[in-house]
């Protein structure tokens, strides 16, 4: 899932700690510049300006986002609007009374307006074993025994949810092993189960979560823990790239297609995303995948959104359609993070568990709109502020 970009450090003094704390800037030449953070503004809404939605959808999204009230009972801006929220019937008037009583409508826009993008993810389930055999050796590794994270917001609070990862050697934090040292070398690290293909790992990694179906029947439940300190780079990208794929071919499917018909070429292509994903076992059950709010996720109703621009735990509501071009138009709630999900208009969709919402999460592509619902009175969330012109 998602679970997995960093803006870019201000100020010279933390960047200096931080290529101190990684020993990665002596004699070398000064980093590329990354991306500017994204810039969104929030536009007063009505109500009226919303898409329709069906009371069924209504009711769906509303009990998805009231089940992550469990995690915002002391949350300064969402306590009391859940609070009330417990009192709410779970029928169409009713809700809609009570948001219209409770909360404000904001368009979310970018520079070049309201529309967004809009994808899809899943929880996969892959068939493995908890012992490596003849048709599985490919590891799921837990979290590594050496790997050392360093929160820098202790020092300097500009950098908050920022961390460092990285390897001690001696008494110096060294940059950890890249995703494909990782798999030529292996990792310090337990392991969870194994897996037939390095495909299934990589699409696992995405994703962030999934089941392992073992041969007893059980399906082992897996989710995101760790990573190892680098950025996400997606493979279809390295495949548009290589002029293996137009961009507007890129899916899942395309990606597993082109893997299968070049098996020779395989470490290539996952030696162009240096992240790597490290899991934890969860518990056993049918509910969905827990995001980074820690609530299950809800088919069709938890969207994972860039934390920067949305905060987490809020209410949304979504105007996009599905590959197919049918609408969806419907309140959601942002539940889940991921290191791809990055921009202003952007939000990527739960779809659910198994092969066909993996269908259908691949090849959500979508264009959309968002607006925020706000507690009245509340003041709206921080949003970054536009990076420097060069030179100024």
């Known amino acids: 899932m998602p679970s997995f970009t960093r803006p870019r450090l201000g100020r010279a003094l933390p960047l200096a700690l931080a290529c101190a704390l990684l020993a990665s800037c002596d004699n070398r030449p000064p980093p590329a510049p990354k991306p500017p953070a994204p810039?969104?503004?929030?536009?007063?809404?009505?109500?009226?300006?919303?898409?329709?939605?069906?009371?069924?959808?209504?009711?769906?999204?509303?009990?998805?986002?009231?089940?992550?009230?469990?995690?915002?009972?002391?949350?300064?801006?969402?306590a009391s609007v859940c609070a009330a929220a417990t009192a709410v019937p779970p029928e169409a008037a009713a809700i809609r009374g009570f948001l219209e009583q409770q909360l404000q409508?904001?368009?979310?826009?970018?520079?070049?307006?309201?529309?967004?993008?809009?994808?899809?993810y899943y929880e996969p389930v892959y068939r493995g074993s908890l012992a490596r055999d003849a048709s599985h050796t490919v590891p799921v590794y837990g979290v590594p025994d050496d790997l050392i994270?360093?929160?820098?917001?202790?020092?300097?609070?500009?950098?908050?949810?920022?961390?460092?990862?990285?390897?001690l050697e001696g008494r110096i934090l060294k940059p950890y092993d890249d995703a494909s040292t990782l798999r030529e070398k292996g990792a310090n690290a337990p392991v969870l189960a194994w897996l037939a293909s390095p495909m299934d790992l990589q699409f696992l990694q995405i994703q962030g979560s999934g089941?392992?179906?073992?041969?007893?029947?059980?399906?082992?439940r897996i989710g995101y823990a760790d990573q190892n300190g680098y950025?996400?780079?997606?493979?279809?990208?390295?495949?548009?790239?290589?002029?293996?794929?137009?961009?507007?071919?890129?899916?899942?499917?395309?990606?597993?297609?082109?893997?299968?018909?070049?098996?020779?070429?395989?470490?290539?292509?996952?030696?162009?995303?240096?992240?790597?994903?490290?899991?934890?076992?969860?518990?056993?059950?049918?509910?969905?995948?827990?995001?980074?709010?820690?609530?299950?996720?809800?088919?069709?109703?938890?969207?994972?959104?860039?934390?920067?621009?949305i905060p987490l735990g809020s209410?949304?509501?979504?105007?996009?359609?599905?590959?197919?071009?049918?609408?969806?138009?419907?309140?959601?709630?942002?539940?889940?993070?991921?290191?791809?999900?990055?921009?202003?208009?952007r939000a990527d969709l739960f779809w659910g568990t198994g092969d066909?919402?993996?269908?259908?999460?691949?090849?959500?592509?979508?264009?959309g709109q968002l607006w925020l619902l706000w507690p009245k009175g509340a003041p709206l969330p921080a949003l970054p502020a536009p990076a420097a012109a060069p030179g100024a």
Request: proline share 7%; charged share 20%; with cysteine.
């Open 39 to 78: 810039v969104a503004t929030y536009t007063p809404a009505q109500w009226q300006d919303l898409p329709a939605t069906a009371d069924a959808d209504l009711v769906a999204g509303f009990n998805a986002w009231r089940a992550g009230c469990a995690k915002l009972s002391r949350d300064a801006v969402w």
């Open 105 to 120: 409508v904001y368009s979310l826009r970018s520079a070049a307006g309201p529309q967004g993008l809009i994808t899809g």
């Open 149 to 167: 994270i360093v929160s820098l917001d202790s020092l300097y609070p500009e950098l908050k949810g920022k961390r460092l990862r990285g390897r």
């Open 211 to 220: 089941r392992i179906q073992l041969a007893n029947g059980r399906q082992l």
């Open 231 to 309: 950025p996400y780079k997606p493979v279809g990208r390295w495949l548009v790239e290589q002029g293996q794929l137009n961009k507007d071919e890129v899916s899942m499917g395309r990606i597993r297609a082109w893997a299968e018909a070049n098996p020779q070429r395989i470490d290539e292509l996952l030696g162009s995303n240096p992240s790597y994903v490290f899991f934890s076992t969860r518990p056993d059950s049918n509910e969905g995948p827990r995001g980074s709010l820690n609530v299950p996720l809800t088919d069709g109703y938890s969207v994972a959104i860039d934390r920067k621009v």
């Open 315 to 345: 209410l949304l509501w979504l105007n996009t359609t599905r590959p197919d071009g049918s609408p969806v138009q419907r309140p959601v709630a942002a539940q889940d993070t991921g290191g791809a999900i990055a921009g202003e208009v």
């Open 356 to 367: 066909a919402a993996g269908e259908l999460a691949g090849n959500m592509k979508q264009s």
